[in-house]
């Protein structure tokens, strides 16, 4: 699957696919090294430069670079405006996971380093701080979540999954039977994922947050004034520069014009002569 694939190796296959995507008249400049991120859309950003280029009509090399610039600096802008609702909508979920929910440990080789890990939890005050009870199943599937490591023996497994209510033994065995993987460390790697990442949010969806204070907190952290200023110091950046820059495309096109112009004028300044010079000949 492609969430499988190492970061680096996503981040090409995105930059693959938009350079398969666009057409030939836009792959200057800009837009032809612009790095995207994992999770932006190609699609996305090939569209924004379509419209620019349909908008604008660049005529040649010079004119297509700038306006590839001008769409770079736009996506950009787009970027910084995006990145403050990504790290409010974290700021907010760590707040509602402070009050609310349990995050299962990660999943360890052996029970020692499992062991170890529950102890450095508990010093870090995570063991003993109680959470608001979310749901009997959310702690079982939690508790179950945390009890696993690569080396546990395949019996003993197949009892833990057994001692899940139906629901969830149910939708284990189904989504990740144990006749698909090769081994039993690949078995309960596979199950782990499915809890942590379906089964826990599943219930989670069942409870809504309570509205608490410290939503409030979390959200001055990202929209306080100090915040918000630099966001909108660095989009009057982007700004100045996609100006500087229209005007610049202008002032090419002005000149290509002026340059077609002198052209046209001067051939037909030589076609005037010779039509001159033959009308002289005759007489």
């Known amino acids: 699957m492609s969430h499988d694939l190492p970061l680096s190796k996503r981040a090409a296959g995105s930059r693959k696919a938009l350079t398969a995507k666009t057409p030939n008249a836009m792959k200057h400049g800009a837009f032809s090294s612009i790095d995207l991120l994992p999770w932006e859309s190609p699609e996305e950003f090939a569209a924004l430069r379509r419209g620019l280029f349909e908008k604008y009509s660049p005529d040649g090399p010079l004119q297509e670079d700038c306006m590839a610039s001008i769409a770079s600096l736009m996506w950009r802008k787009r970027r910084v405006q995006k990145k403050r609702e990504i790290d409010l909508a974290a700021e907010l979920d ?70 899940l209510p139906s629901e969830f033994a149910d939708h284990l065995n189904k989504t990740c039977p144990e006749e698909n993987y090769e ?5 309960v790697a596979a199950v782990k994922r499915e809890v942590d990442t379906v089964l826990l949010p599943l219930v989670r969806k069942r409870y809504p947050a309570p509205v608490s204070n410290r939503y409030y907190e979390a959200a001055l952290k ?3 004034q100090e915040r918000l200023l630099s966001d909108l110091a660095a989009e009057e950046r982007i700004e100045r520069n996609v100006d500087q820059l229209l005007g610049r495309f202008f002032k090419l096109q002005m000149a290509d014009e002026v340059a077609a112009h002198r052209k046209n004028s001067s051939a037909r300044m030589i076609e005037g002569s010779f039509s001159s010079g033959k009308a002289a000949n005759s007489d």
């Open 183 to 187: 081994t039993t460390s690949h078995w």
């Open 94 to 163: 760590r707040a509602e996971n402070s009050i609310l929910w349990k995050h299962p440990l990660p999943l360890c080789d052996d029970q020692m380093e499992l062991t170890k890990q529950q102890l450095a939890h508990m010093r870090d005050g995570d063991g003993t701080k109680r959470c608001i009870r979310v749901s009997e199943e959310y702690d079982e599937l939690v508790s179950f979540s945390c009890s696993l490591y690569r080396e546990l023996g395949p019996s003993i497994f197949r009892i833990k999954i057994g001692g």
């Open 222 to 224: 990202v929209m306080n």
